[in-house]
């Protein structure tokens, strides 16, 4: 119990810190400093990579305690770490409003203290500490209003829910058709990457590309500020959708690596 325990605290911890890397993105985009916001998130993908590194065994380690007891029931395990996810995702939404203000001073603080370093140790006071909290705002019922308030953009939406989808399950999948055909389970547990890699090709040439698009017209005055606010929350919105999609596509995911392997 402490071990999934454990894995189920990783995974909202990844999802919560991949989900507000929106956060990070408008923050720059509040302050005229888009590039260094982006050279903030390397501080979000230290903290994810760190926590995905971390779950990796543990995960692998139930898929081996399954195969040698029938009573280690793997499947409703899989589908907990993947509400985990949504978890993770909902948190990310409930203090996005404030990360957002938090991170627009943060880059602030990096421009004047020149270095990651410099600056974390700058915010080591317990003023500065106090002084953060003010910038805390909890999301309110308007908010939520107002994001769906107007046209939609369904097709960005559709596409990131998709893609989030994909990246939560492909691991787990890739897992779980090791444990369906143990005789190729050294195949099936490195073969997420026939998941992931769709997942990827949709990030890279249909989601990342409208996102900075929105952000240039944004710092050019082309675009209302307002208007990409509404987008960012519309997208971990979706995201949020896409880790509950996922719970349908585990099963599928695995028994389609299955039949590849196979």
Known sequence: MIQLFMILMFTVVIHTVDSLSYALRLGGLRSRRITLALSLSGLLVLVSRTSNIAQGPMVGNMVDKALKSASFHLEPKLHGIIAAATAG?????????????????????LEA??????????????????????????????????????????????LNMTVTAIYTVGVLSSLYAAYLW????????????????????????????????????????????????????????????????????????????????G
């Open 113 to 158: 203290a020149g270095s990651i370093p410099k600056m974390t140790r700058n915010l080591m006071s317990f003023t500065k500490w106090k002084n953060g909290m003010t910038y805390f705002k909890w999301p309110t019922f308007r908010m939520l209003h107002s994001l769906f308030d107007g046209p939609l953009p369904r097709r960005l939406m559709v």
């Open 89 to 109: 995702s909902l948190l990310a939404m409930f203090l996005f409003p404030s990360v957002v203000r938090l991170c627009s001073r943060m880059i602030v603080h």
């Open 182 to 261: 143990p005789a190729f389970r050294l195949t099936a547990s490195t073969s997420s990457g026939l998941i992931n890699g769709l997942a990827t090709i949709l990030l890279t040439l249909l989601i990342d590309p409208r996102i900075a698009l929105l952000s240039d017209k944004a710092l050019r005055g082309e675009e209302r500020l307002g208007r990409i606010n509404r987008v960012f929350g519309l997208m971990m919105v979706s995201r949020m959708a896409g880790t509950m999609l996922a719970q349908l596509l585990l099963v599928p995911c695995a028994y389609w690596i299955g039949w590849i392997i």
